[in-house]
């Protein structure tokens, strides 16, 4: 039987949901369980694809082509695994789905209301991961917070699960216990408002979260288990970590995956205990690391760190792999001139072209490209990155003084980027965008095949334009290879310049297949290539 575990948050926003769904679910995992997340979006967007990054920091990507929250990247990143469509759900798509159903009679005529058809809706994507037969635990993240409007359906359909499905069923409740810097003292009464407005909604959690600065002794556990109706065991302590990886650790020890089998029905004796040497591994080579390895993020939404989260993990990993130090330095793309790019760019082993939408900014990216290749700096071009890097190279290299893309200028002679228009037969939604994953074929004695060790490989996409073929043999004369192709429309996939330590763009995005144990190989490629920089 399916255990099903929510988790919802109280008090504010942004107090890690997502790491500690994650982190849970590692531990149950480490156990020999067979775990998968979940994350329910309230807002009433069909996905995240329309989302501005400002606001809900990156869009991600699964494999099946669906524009996900970022925290699903969290997930894949803990576990190891692949997410699809289904662990992914928003308001919109409730509503959506509820609204054609009542269009087609399927309600027989019924008047349709939240309750019961909005929640049955609801229990019904949930569930579905359930019945698959594949997991022992889903663990269901839910966005927002406890009393905002958006979320009371969510915590409805908690509520009618706790009901139907008895220990099978638990609520974990994350909330804030502030810090009084005038009277030296943590404050409980949010958390005791915060589990009140739940309960007010019919939900007990079952077990309190407690984020928090400062430690939190046995006296302040005893106070919040018994304002909140809860077992002293099940108050768990989350204190600032120093890295996220360090999460499932602390939860470890404070005995939270214990917890959630106890009160599940399992008795521990017959569970193996959670094996985290390879986690430990890898956390001692993040955090062991003296030396440093110095790489530029140049992109458009920098200002927001979560704008470009997986490009972020992923550098971390590569570096913790390269036994460094990582330290990332983001650069607007905007502030980025002919006459401060040196200035900007000083000290810098790597430079990272980062992926994005729309004209703003890329004049900076090109100067930063340009000084990149003719300084022979490693530089990684990442979706527009790459397609940025073929603009440069045809405009200063090939004398194409008015290359661009089709989006950028309609009335540009040489478009060397340009519109999949006569390619509808290999789009997935979003009419011209090209999601999920798409196999490439890489040239032997390359260097992406050196890196990646195969022939084929297969990746994540999310984009409109493509390489032009029409400059292709240009580009491949004055030494700007395509490198990786798609092997059943012949698009380019990879470029990389010869002669040049390392300069290599792709138009997929790598950074959604690095997870915590499986660096991707690119990104280690790239960190080592920019440690090697003199």
């Not at 071009?381 to 790459?386: F, H, N, S, T, Y």
């Not at 997935?428 to 994953?437: E, Q, T, Y």
């Not at 395509?482 to 990879?494: H, K, R």
Request: glycine letters at 8%.
């Amino acid at each position: 039987m399916t255990k099903y575990i929510f988790v919802t948050g109280g008090v504010a926003s942004s107090l890690g949901k997502g790491i500690l769904a994650a982190s849970l679910s590692k531990l149950l995992q480490a156990r020999g369980f067979k775990v998968t997340n979940q994350k329910l979006d309230p807002y009433i967007n069909i996905d995240s694809g329309t989302l501005n990054p400002y606001e809900h920091g990156e869009c991600y990507v699964t494999e099946d082509g669906h524009e996900a929250d970022l925290d699903l990247g969290h997930y894949e990143r803990f576990l190891d695994i692949r997410t699809h469509k289904m662990n992914n759900l928003t308001t919109g798509r409730i509503y959506k789905s509820v609204i054609e159903k009542e269009r087609r009679g399927d309600y027989l005529g019924k008047t349709v209301q939240v309750i019961p058809h909005i929640t049955d809706e609801i229990k019904r994507n949930i569930t579905a991961l359930g019945r698959t037969g594949d997991y022992d635990f889903v663990i269901v993240e839910i966005g927002g917070t406890v009393g905002d409007i958006e979320s009371l359906p969510y915590i409805e359909t908690v509520r009618q699960m706790k009901w139907e499905h008895g220990r099978d069923c638990l609520c974990i409740h994350l909330t804030y216990v502030p810090y009084l810097q005038a009277a030296k003292e943590l404050k409980t009464k949010p958390t005791q408002h915060s589990v009140r407005d739940l309960q007010q909604e019919g939900v007990q959690p079952d077990i309190i979260v407690l984020r928090t600065e400062h430690p939190i002794n046995d006296t302040l556990r005893r106070k919040v288990a018994l304002f909140c109706n809860v077992d002293e065991r099940a108050v768990i302590q989350s204190a600032d970590a120093s890295s996220i990886y360090r999460v499932p650790l602390n939860m470890q020890a404070e005995h939270l995956d214990e917890v959630v089998l106890q009160k599940t029905g399992f008795d521990l004796s017959r569970v193996p205990t959670a094996d985290m040497t390879d986690w430990n591994a890898f956390l001692q080579k993040l955090e062991g690391a003296t030396e440093e390895v110095r790489i530029a993020l140049v992109g458009k939404y920098v200002q927001l760190q979560d704008a470009y989260k997986s490009i972020h993990e992923s550098l971390s990993h590569a570096a913790a792999y390269n036994n460094r130090r990582l330290v990332l330095t983001s650069l607007l793309s905007d502030d980025i001139t002919a006459e401060n790019v040196a200035d900007k760019l000083q000290g810098q082993q790597g430079i990272l072209v980062a992926p994005g939408f729309g004209q703003r900014g890329m004049e900076g990216k090109f100067i930063a490209l340009r000084y990149a290749r003719e300084k022979n700096i490693p530089c990684l071009g990442i979706c527009l990155g790459m397609q940025a890097m073929a603009i440069e190279f045809a405009r200063n290299v090939l004398g194409y003084t008015d290359a661009n893309s089709v989006e950028m200028d309609e009335r540009t002679t040489h478009n060397v980027i340009d519109m999949m228009e006569d390619q509808k037969t290999m789009l997935n939604k979003g009419g011209s965008m090209r999601l999920g994953a798409y196999p490439c074929r890489l040239n032997k004695g390359s260097r992406v095949y050196q890196i990646y060790k195969q022939e084929q490989i297969v990746e994540r996409h999310r984009h409109r334009y493509e390489f032009n073929q029409l400059y292709q043999a240009e580009f491949e004369a004055n030494g700007m290879h395509c490198t990786g192709v798609n092997p059943d429309t012949g698009l380019v996939e990879i470029i990389e310049l010869e002669g040049h330590p390392w300069y290599i763009g792709v138009q997929f995005h790598p950074e959604y297949s690095s997870t915590v144990l499986h660096p991707h190989p690119l990104f280690v490629s790239f960190v080592k290539a920019a440690i090697e920089q003199k």
